[in-house]
């Protein structure tokens, strides 16, 4: 017999979540996160509320890092507003603290930077093994400019620990000298001979995107990566670039990992000026670097999408007041989150049996039930 729970409980909630609406590509995206089926969204950052970004996701780097760029990595040059995040690239001289004449370290041996700019990530903070990665951003193409979006494993030094380029912009040579805009798709692993790794890489020329739409460079796009254990694949606007196989990414005998893109990575967001970004010196300032939100969604376990999704009900769907489940076995517990992941309700029982959701703001939500087998089942559902 069919167990169903007519479920009441007062929300109150002030967060206000909009209808889905055709987002416009120069301005943030103010729909919420979309469902797709089989998957949950399992983590985000939508970048809503203006400041610095959220110190639970994401932490600086600092300083000179890597590439022998030209910037100077602070935390002054990010912020978060209208629904975005905005990393700025500035023309502006700093004191190199780890100034050391003479030194022939690069990092030591420049007594100023001469360009300062962002990097955040989020190491230690959201770490991800496998799913779906969308990042939607306006990357600025002015000479100078290389924005990235990328992950790396948390175990083993570069490029042992692997890295994934879901996207990166900058300058190919011609002749000699980086003038020729491209856009890349990388995966990167620990080489025997080569320091600088192995990679499977794809460049596509930026005049490709360009000639499709001359206002290419003035729009918001979505990179996303698929990321399981047999392949990665990447993303631009659901134009697929580059494919993967994981098994063909293992570090040499005796590196630790041997599989790095079989292991937790973690996300970075930066901005750097100059090197493969080109010579910046006449670019106009500041460069901006604008992501609009960064989405991790992963599957459902197959089981209970076959065997759940056909035994159980929520309805209806868009719901007034009440929402109503229908379903062959018994609910452990039920939480209800927003589309960014945050838990608005939880209970492990249901001894009322009724969910008043009168007082919910008309949008999206996400309801997640466990069932006494282990197996859980998640839906969208849409208050009017």
């Not at 001289?93 to 003479?102: A, H, K, W």
């Not at 030591?108 to 990042?135: D, H, K, M, P, V």
């Not at 005796?254 to 292991?263: A, D, I, L, S």
């Not at 992501?291 to 065997?307: F, G, K, L, M, S």
Request: proline share 6%.
């Amino acid at each position: 017999m069919n167990r169903i729970y007519i479920i009441c409980v007062s929300l109150l909630l002030t967060r206000l979540v909009t209808f889905s609406q055709e987002p416009d590509p120069y301005v943030a995206d103010p729909n919420p996160a979309r469902e797709i089926p089989g998957m949950a969204l399992i983590w985000s950052d939508e970048f809503n509320t203006d400041g610095k970004p959220d110190p639970k996701n994401w932490k600086y780097e600092r300083g000179f890092v890597r590439n022998e760029e030209l910037q100077w990595y602070q935390p002054d040059n990010v912020n978060c507003r209208d629904g975005l995040l905005v990393i700025e690239g500035k023309q502006e001289q700093v004191v190199n603290p780890n100034y050391l004449e003479g030194s022939t370290d690069w990092k030591r041996n420049r007594q100023y930077a001469n360009y300062t700019s962002s990097s955040i990530i989020s190491q230690g903070l959201q770490q991800f093994q496998y799913g779906r990665f969308e990042i939607r951003a306006r990357i600025d193409t002015t000479m100078g400019s290389w924005p990235a979006i990328w992950t790396k494993g948390i175990n083993g030094k570069w490029p042992y620990c692997g890295e994934i380029d879901i996207m990166e912009f900058y300058r190919d040579k011609v002749s000699g000298i980086r003038t020729k805009p491209i856009l890349l798709a990388n995966v990167a692993w620990g080489h025997a001979t080569y320091s600088w790794g192995a990679w499977n890489t794809q460049k596509v020329a930026l005049t490709y995107f360009t000639a499709k739409d001359p206002d290419w460079c003035e729009k918001f796009h979505v990179w996303r990566m698929d990321w399981t254990a047999d392949s990665i694949k990447l993303y631009l606007d659901d134009e697929l670039l580059n494919t993967t196989p994981v098994d063909k990414t293992k570090n040499p005998d005796g590196y630790v990992p041997q599989e790095p893109h079989r292991q937790k990575h973690f996300i970075l967001l930066n901005l750097a000026i100059g090197a493969n970004g080109g010579n910046p010196v006449a670019s106009d300032y500041p460069i901006k670097y604008e992501v609009d939100y960064v989405r991790v969604y992963q599957p459902i376990p197959n089981a209970v999408q076959e065997e759940k999704e056909n035994k159980s009900r929520i309805f209806p769907n868009p719901f007034a007041d009440f929402l109503v489940v229908d379903t062959e076995d018994e609910i452990q517990n039920i939480s209800i989150y927003t589309v960014t992941g945050q838990l608005l309700f939880q209970q492990n029982s249901l001894p009322e049996r009724k969910l008043n959701l009168s007082e919910l703001e008309s949008g999206y939500y996400i309801i997640r039930l466990k069932f006494y087998d282990g197996y859980e089942l998640v839906r969208q559902i849409i208050k009017k």
